[in-house]
């Protein structure tokens, strides 16, 4: 009979020891970065029930996170205009890898997966040509940077994966930024926020722009539910305060595009933070920060005009 050791050495050259999932980070569900009452950043995993599954620190304040589909592992992103990347084992807290955004870059704060884990997408700001980017980045060794491609609009901040596990949707939110100027905004009178389907190799599929009455509703925030319809939450630029909603959804089957009336601009304050939905998109919820509020939607929305 074989013993442990050689068992176990026999394992590993074979690829054959069992993956940390999911299931062995405390049962977290959601991912959220934080700031403790001290005022140190963190990055949270939240059960199902709300509860901290685990927390890990952060160097500085961060934005979002992306979960690997399948380790426990989690990328967490710099606010913008951040340059940095954290990737964490969601187990051990052990930092794993660090990406940096390279020259004449900066990240957006979101990033996602392919469907098999291997690699990983980054919303970017190419801020010297004034374009969005998406960064292309290698999971299986150690992220190294495998190149870009044009995110199909300015100022790119959520990244998500559609259900056939294959297709990219960009919220383009259209406004200009430049590290040299903070977190200034450069190009208010002319955005133009958008929606982009990209294929994982940069080809552009498809690209909705809203009308003119939402020149200045920059999309920032996603959610996609099990049948790819894609809701967007929407942060207006304008100094007045139109009756416009702040929600939206666009189908591609049907390539129809429907906004949410009760999350209007005048009651969201004009900021939409995020956006959750059920799977089968039932049901839609958006926090809105500014308005103390917590709303929840039942489709069908109003059909966009």
């Known amino acids: ?22 299931a062995q980070a405390g049962g977290a569900a959601f991912l959220s ?33 992306a979960a690997h589909p399948h380790l426990a592992q989690a990328i967490a992103f710099a606010r913008r205009p951040g340059t940095y990347a954290i990737v964490l084992d969601c187990i051990s807290g052990k930092q794993l890898a660090r990406l940096e955004a390279p020259g004449g870059r900066h990240f957006y704060g979101h990033g996602t997966f ?45 990244i998500q994966r559609l259900p056939d596990g294959k297709t990219l949707v960009v919220a383009n939110g259209g406004i200009e930024t430049h590290p040299d100027t903070g977190r200034l905004k450069l190009n208010i009178p002319t955005m133009r926020p958008n929606l982009t389907y990209l294929s994982p190799e940069g080809r552009l599929l498809e690209k909705i722009e809203l009308g003119p009455a939402h020149q200045k509703n920059s999309i920032r925030h996603l959610a996609v539910d099990a049948t790819g319809t894609v809701a967007f939450a929407m942060q207006w630029q304008g100094a007045d305060s139109p009756e416009l909603p702040l929600l939206g959804l666009h189908d591609r089957s049907g390539n129809q595009l429907r906004f949410a009336a009760a999350a209007s601009i005048p009651r969201m304050k004009g900021y939409l933070g995020s956006v959750a939905t059920t799977p089968d998109g039932g049901t839609l919820a958006t926090t809105s920060p500014r308005g103390s509020r917590l709303q929840v939607t039942c489709p069908p929305l109003v059909p966009h005009s």
């Open 33 to 65: 970065a934080a700031r403790a009452p001290d005022g140190h950043h963190l990055l949270c995993g939240l059960t199902p029930r709300g509860e901290i599954a685990f927390s890990l620190p952060l160097p500085d304040r961060g934005h979002a996170a």
């Open 1 to 22: 009979m074989t013993n442990r050791r050689s068992f176990l050495a026999g394992l590993l050259a074979a690829g054959a020891l069992p993956r940390r999932t999911w």
């Open 114 to 158: 392919s469907m098999d884990g291997t690699t990983l997408f980054t919303t970017e700001n190419d801020y010297d040509g004034g374009r969005g980017v998406i960064g292309v980045w290698n999971a299986e060794n150690g992220y190294r940077r495998l190149g870009e491609f044009d995110s199909g609009g300015t100022g790119p901040h959520d």
